[in-house]
């Protein structure tokens, strides 16, 4: 589970073994957990699950998706091409 960011306690991170999904990130912090999906070419994020989430939390962990997407984005492309490996 690489983290690949670390902001405001938030730690952001892919899972290893969810080999055939699309891009997405996992965020954590404490008790509270989501899961964004990744829409590269609309620029724009989704849901996919969250828990014990306030809603601003939910804001923040947005803001910091939306002011680091190229380089989430670059970094799954790269631990996906090290897993091919």
């Not at 055939?20 to 509270?32: D, N, W």
């Not at 939910?58 to 631990?79: A, G, L, Q």
Request: some cysteine; aromatic content about 18%.
């Amino acid at each position: 589970m690489p983290t690949i960011l670390l902001i405001h306690g938030w730690r952001f991170f892919f899972y290893a073994n969810e080999r055939h999904e699309p891009i997405h990130i996992h965020c954590q912090k404490a008790e509270a957990e989501v899961k964004y999906w990744i829409d590269v070419a609309g620029f724009a994020i989704r849901e996919a699950y969250s828990y014990n989430m306030s809603p601003a939390d939910e804001r923040t962990v947005r803001r910091i998706i939306f002011d680091h997407f190229d380089y989430v984005v670059s970094e799954w492309n790269r631990f996906q091409e090290m897993k091919d490996a």
